[in-house]
């Protein structure tokens, strides 16, 4: 648990100042990707002494394009709330 929670951690800081910004003296992109790597060594344990299976190349893939999915769907939105802000005229009561 405490792996999962270091990644949290450093991929809210990467959003927070961005994945090239250092924070701290490092850049959020490099602890965000040793944070993943003690994650997947602790996976890795688990799998080697049958705890848990292997990792599911099917069930990796259908995640990547989910989140692609999610991601595009999400850009749109924010193309349409600043579309909405240019084109707003600030006489108009805001839609929230």
Known sequence: MEECA???KDAS?????GLDNKYQ????AE??????DDLIGVREMLT???VIRGPSLE?????KQKVIK???????????LD???TNRNDDEPRRF
Do not use: N, S, W
């Open 13 to 17: 800081k990467a959003l927070r100042f």
């Open 83 to 85: 579309d909405e802000r």
């Open 48 to 50: 080697d002494r049958g």
């Open 31 to 36: 602890r965000l990707a040793e944070e993943l």
């Open 6 to 8: 270091e990644v949290t």
């Open 70 to 80: 999610y991601m595009a769907h999400d850009h749109a939105q924010i193309e349409d």
């Open 59 to 63: 069930a990796i893939a259908a995640k």
């Open 25 to 28: 003296g490092t850049f959020p």
